[in-house]
């Protein structure tokens, strides 16, 4: 979640108070601020665009089971298979394999916070992916002032609001889809991400306003560091001098008005972070019960425990080693961006801000690690059972000389 993402401390600390209709600083608070380099560039940005034309994209990711029948939920949700979106530039080999099932959904029960009034009906559309991920996608179209627009950043800092609403738009249509799902168990593992994409394209965005985007991507309504505003622009991208991708580990930013695909990207890295955590976590209960089995509680122990092999945990582990390596091939075969350099750049910015590769060599190691420490109970066990069987050999064999002894 964000809000664990951010490790942020507590937002109960008082905030600037906004006054007057252009939601401007009150005069005496403006004059002491000024002299920070983050508001002299806040109020040249406010300077030149009194407002700006903003879709502010929210998306949600859920794991609802094992695997999506993708075809029967097509029957089920009466749902179109999305196709990447493209540019001229992306070749027709781009595609997802197999391509999500897209449905449009009545998101009217999500709103943003602070009561923030859009230009149009927001838009909401649920992504289905077929190694058991959902995926509901929000559009905003906002025109607000960009001190506006970053004192909402700040408040969209707390996820849990919005996160609980996703849930409640998401549930009908998960019960209709239960049927396709394959292993169903709704997780209650989530992740969210924000892109505030600007249609307003010029050169100058990072030069010009990285303290103010780099509000935006840390969703910090407050004045930030250099250091901190270096470290929050660091990862940015553009494909002509006039658009500009800036991610961080919480949300985005995006300059360009046709930006579809790379929306889309984004959206698929997410699920994929989501998948790695929910495989993350059973891992964790799968080693905590490894160690409890290693070393039992005293008055749970019992003499005869030793006969007994750990087959049926062993198989278990076994199953979710399958199941990892299973969602990691259908993970990364999902979505192959070979041939478009830009995109693929772009899931790499993501991936690195998302760190995907370690959250995938944790799992590996996890798995590794469950895997010995379940053989080794069970050579354990099949050890003990061998010495249990050498001494019955041998009690057998003295009851025999024993009797032979006394027959004579």
Not at 49 to 66: C, N, Q, R, T
Not at 226 to 237: D, G, I, P, Q, Y
Not at 328 to 353: H, M
């Amino acid at each position: 979640m964000i809000g664990r993402r951010l490790g942020r401390r507590s937002r109960g600390e008082r905030r600037p108070d906004w006054k007057g209709p252009e939601n401007r600083l009150d005069l005496s608070l403006r004059l002491r601020l000024l002299a920070l380099p983050s508001l002299q560039n806040l109020t040249r940005i406010q300077a030149s665009m009194e407002s700006l034309d903003v879709v502010i994209h929210l998306a949600f990711a859920f794991d609802i089971g094992y695997e999506i029948d993708l075809e029967r939920a097509r029957t089920l949700l009466s749902g179109e298979s999305g196709a990447l979106a493209r540019r001229r530039r992306t070749p027709e080999s781009i595609q997802y394999r197999p391509a999500p099932l897209r449905v449009a959904v009545d998101g009217s029960a999500l709103a943003l916070p602070g009561g923030v009034a859009t230009i149009q009906p927001p838009r909401a559309e649920l992504s289905l992916f077929d190694f058991g991920a959902i995926s509901l996608a929000m559009q905003f179209p906002v025109w607000m002032d960009p001190v506006a627009l970053l004192r909402l950043a700040g408040e969209l800092a707390e996820p849990a609001p919005l996160t609980a609403s996703a849930r409640r738009v998401v549930a009908p249509w998960v019960e209709r889809l239960r049927p396709a799902v394959i292993g169903f168990e709704d997780s209650a593992i989530s992740e969210e991400y924000i892109v505030f994409q600007v249609g307003d394209v010029r050169g100058d965005w990072l030069q010009e306003h990285a303290d103010w985007i780099a509000g935006l991507v840390r969703l910090e309504s407050g004045p930030l560091s250099r250091a901190e505003v270096a470290e929050a622009t660091r990862l940015s991208l553009s494909y002509t001098p006039d658009d500009v991708v800036t991610l961080d580990w919480a949300a985005g930013f995006v300059a360009d008005r046709d930006c579809a695909e790379t929306l889309q990207v984004i959206e698929f890295a997410n699920v994929q972070l989501l998948e790695f955590r929910h495989i993350d976590d059973r891992l964790d209960d799968r080693l905590e019960a490894a160690y409890r089995q290693i070393r039992p509680e005293p008055r749970r122990r019992r003499p005869w425990a030793f006969w007994f092999s750990h087959h049926a945990a062993l198989r278990s582990v076994r199953e979710l080693e399958v199941e990892a390596t299973s969602l990691f091939e259908r993970a990364d075969n999902a979505l192959k961006l070979i041939g478009d350099q830009y995109l693929s750049r772009v899931f790499e910015l993501t991936s690195s801000r998302f760190h995907l590769r370690d959250w995938q060599q944790s799992i590996r190691r996890k798995l590794d690690t469950v895997g010995d420490v379940y053989d080794l109970l069970v050579q354990q066990a099949g050890g003990n059972r061998m010495e249990t069987l050498e001494v019955i050999v041998v009690l057998l064999i003295t009851l025999e000389i024993l009797l032979a002894f006394f027959r004579h």
